[in-house]
């Protein structure tokens, strides 16, 4: 069973990313879902430092969510 989450926002932990207000570091498979959902290779991702990928995927997801409001 898949368990289905809200995407809000990610945030660097580390040297590793999680969803704001999760525990949870995101998994490589997490994080490969999450880069394709965020329209964001997730080879240049794997290349940034944690915050900077962190950014990418946000800003990734905000862009997603103004042109399904459109």
């Known amino acids: 069973m898949v368990e289905e989450r809200e995407i809000k926002r990610v945030e660097a932990c580390g040297n590793d990313l999680r969803m704001v207000g999760d ?3 995101l998994s490589i498979v ?3 879902l ?3 959902f965020a329209e964001v290779p997730l080879e240049y991702l ?3 430092p944690p915050t900077l990928a ?3 995927i946000n800003h ?3 862009a997603r969510e ?3 409001q459109q």
Do not use: C, I, P, V
């Open 46 to 48: 794997l290349s940034l």
């Open 30 to 32: 997490e994080l490969k």
């Open 66 to 68: 103004k042109r399904s």
């Open 23 to 25: 525990e949870d570091l």
């Open 34 to 36: 999450l880069a394709a």
């Open 54 to 56: 962190a950014q990418n």
């Open 60 to 62: 990734g997801l905000k």
